[in-house]
């Protein structure tokens, strides 16, 4: 889209990879003496993707390319479909207007000028910084600091922590060495009061390993005791009284991610500039290249390397301090479904996490770094946990509405908060009966939470028969043929349907891959099958509950 000679490029974006592409397509517009404009769609107004599209269509507009789609299981990754997308779009638009592209359409990587970093890094003086950090008041503002100085996209309202959190209780859910670590925790507050709802989400900021935060700065030559501030470039500096100096090793440690993340592309190009040793140099910019992609893909993304593996493979590149604070990946919260009631577990919070581990194909043993952080945290030591709570999407239910759970696997988290408000509230008042689908691999090996959910099946308890209730478990691996909560769905298809034509509203949790489209699709077989109307139908009743407020869906990759 063109805007008065400048080229508007709009992103949206939750991985990070579309900002990516954006910033790309922002980068390689200009080198061809193109201005650009750079917005997220939350701050134009605009609609996004295929519906801006299809509107603008609509509208009778003409698109000058087809439009792209980025594809993460392209076999080189989203820059995979990218790549000969953008060469298209330079060669069209320069078609168009020759002018636009002052420099032509085709530029290369060698013949590249670098641009000045965005922001600048401002050192002061030890004697003049009056602020130290040694409790835990002076760790929130410390987290504050540091997140708002941060060129990463950081929502305002979560600079600061809610709270900070103990672990109290870390327990495993599986059998140790039968596949998946799932874990119970356990987390209290070190002196405020927490509140939340069943249905909410805990956000927490992980600690990285001091070892390689240290290994970061003595590689990139860096003083760990310095005082920094972090600013726009061109900017006057005055941002306010939250711009006060912090440590530079306490900036790396809450806002760069450099052991877990795996830089972008443009981190290669930008590294090329800065290598001493010729063969380092032609190897980083052969990555940064359109025909080194599937190599650069190979080394970096499939392998997850980490910036710090990154910088230790090319040991003559030494990048100025500014370049790594606006390219290292930001450090970013994790978000997890909170597993417990408040009511039934006065200031506490509890979460249900599967520790994430994987081999690369060059068998490197890799880890999340969130659940493997808090798997490691031992209760009996006090490990500061920065947290902030906020709604999910799946809002507390009323204690008269009947409910259809499905929850395979860690999706079962927030229904155990659900359950367990429910059995609090039934002692005192009516309560609305609950079918609930759960799945796991064996029922050996990772039924979670198996005595909670059985005990509350139990004669009188809100999941019991008796009640109206229903516990159904698919245990996938246990038997030649697999068999998932779509298939216990399917077998419960009348009970299903009397449960909604009651007004019961639906709330599935769990993977994002395809566990919600096969749910979705087994609930549109039995309204279908159980109602007697077409299949077209049954979808009208399922996207009319959807807008009533009585589907909902939590899903995480």
């Known amino acids: ?47 996004v993707a295929k519906r801006l599209d299809k509107r603008l269509s609509d509208l009778g507009a003409t698109a000058i390319i087809e439009r792209g789609l980025g594809d993460d299981q392209h076999p080189s990754g989203y820059e995979g479909a990218l790549d000969p997308w953008m060469s298209s779009l330079w060669n069209v638009l320069y078609q168009k207007n020759p002018k636009l592209f002052p420099e032509g359409p085709d530029v290369a990587i060698r013949d590249m000028t670098l641009d000045q970093p ?99 700065i003595q590689r990139c030559n860096l003083d760990p005791e310095a005082y920094i501030t972090v600013h726009p470039r061109g900017s006057d500096n005055q941002e306010g009284d939250l711009k006060v100096p912090i440590k530079l090793k306490a900036f790396v440690e809450l806002t760069m991610d450099v052991a877990s993340a795996s830089p972008r592309r443009y981190f290669f190009e930008v590294m090329s500039y800065f290598a001493s040793a010729q063969h380092e140099k032609e190897r980083l910019q052969y990555f940064a290249s359109p025909e080194g992609r599937d190599d650069l893909y190979q080394y970096n993304q499939k392998e997850n390397r980490t910036v710090l593996e990154v910088l230790e493979d090319f040991p003559s590149v030494q990048m100025p301090f500014e370049w790594l604070v606006q390219l290292v990946p930001p450090l970013k919260m994790r978000a997890f479904s909170i597993a417990s009631s ?27 770094l969130c659940s493997a952080w808090l798997a490691g945290l031992d209760p009996q030591k006090r490990v500061v946990i920065p947290a902030w709570f906020h709604k999910g999407s799946l809002p507390p239910p009323p204690p008269q509405l009947p409910l259809v759970l499905i929850g395979p696997g860690t999706g079962c988290a927030p229904f155990r908060g659900f359950v367990e408000q429910r059995a609090l509230l039934s002692s005192s008042c009516s309560t609305a009966p609950i079918l609930f689908f759960f799945g796991c691999r064996n029922k050996d090996n990772d039924f979670l939470y198996k005595e909670f959910w059985l005990s509350h099946s139990q004669k009188g308890g809100v999941l019991s028969e008796d009640r109206g209730g229903g516990f159904f478990v698919a245990f996938s691996r246990d038997q030649p043929a697999k068999v998932y909560v779509q298939h216990k769905m399917r077998e419960q298809s009348r009970r299903l349907w009397s449960l909604l034509s009651e007004g019961a509203a639906i709330y599935v949790a769990g993977s994002s891959t395809k566990m919600p489209a096969d749910v979705l699709s087994a609930f549109e077989e039995i309204i279908s099958n159980e109602s007697g109307v077409p299949r077209e139908a049954a979808v009208m009743w399922l996207r009319a509950l959807e807008r009533a407020g009585k589907y909902h869906v939590e899903a995480w990759s």
């Open 342 to 368: 408040q009511s039934a577990h006065p200031n506490q919070v509890h979460l249900t996490v599967s520790v994430v581990s994987w081999t690369t194909p060059f068998k490197r043993k890799r880890a999340g």
């Open 1 to 47: 889209m063109q805007d008065k000679g400048k080229l508007l490029i709009l992103y949206a974006s939750q991985t990070g990879n579309a900002l990516d592409a954006a910033e790309r397509l922002g980068r390689e517009a200009e080198r061809r003496g193109c201005p650009v404009r750079l917005f997220s769609v939350d701050e134009f107004d605009a609609f």
């Open 118 to 216: 965005k922001i600048q890094i401002s050192y002061h003086d030890v004697a003049e910084v009056f602020s130290q950090f040694s409790n835990n008041a002076d760790l929130k503002m410390q987290i504050e600091r540091a997140r708002l100085m941060s060129p990463g996209i950081f929502s305002r309202d979560k600079i600061r922590p809610d709270c900070f959190l103990k672990m109290v209780k870390n327990c495993p859910l599986t059998v140790e060495g039968r596949g998946r670590d799932v874990r119970h925790f356990e987390l209290e507050p070190l002196s405020s009061l927490i509140e939340y709802n069943v249905g909410d989400v805990l956000e927490i900021l992980p600690g990285q390993s001091p070892t390689a935060i240290d290994a970061f």
